[in-house]
């Protein structure tokens, strides 16, 4: 069973960086999409990029292409999100999410395992 835990969240100023990191534990990545979500109360779940963890093909969200970086270390067996330029809009609790199949698919209800999510707001 798949185990992910979020970590790196946090208060950052607009134009600053975070990076967010994923803790995969209990099974092997092998097949598997992993991907970042973020959601704001009241909205519904928006994703934001994903990986495939065996090949590295990469799939982004238009509203943060060029801003947001996602990367997986298989040694560490941890993924990460560096987002830079950040927006107040990006103030959303971030999910990592986990998936059997390819990347390109942007819906949650194709992911079925989650971690717990992280808090970051973007403000001054």
């Known amino acids: 069973q798949v185990q992910l835990v979020e970590s790196g969240g946090g208060l950052v100023q607009p134009g600053g960086s975070l990076r967010l990191s994923c803790a995969v534990s209990g099974s092997t990545l092998s097949g598997f999409t992993v991907g970042w979500f973020r959601q704001v109360p009241g909205q519904e779940r928006e994703f934001i990029a994903a990986?495939?963890?065996?090949?590295?093909?990469?799939d982004y969200a238009d509203s943060v292409k060029g801003r947001f970086t996602i990367s997986r270390d298989g040694a560490k067996n941890t993924m990460y999100l560096q987002m830079n330029s950040l927006k107040p809009e990006d103030t959303a609790v971030y999910y990592c999410?986990?998936?059997?199949?390819?990347?390109?698919?942007?819906?949650?209800?194709?992911?079925?395992?989650w971690g717990q999510g992280t808090q970051v707001t973007v403000s001054s």
């Open positions: 999410a986990a998936r059997y199949g390819t990347v390109g698919y942007h819906a949650g209800n194709l992911y079925n395992i």
């Open positions: 990986i495939r963890w065996t090949g590295g093909s990469i």
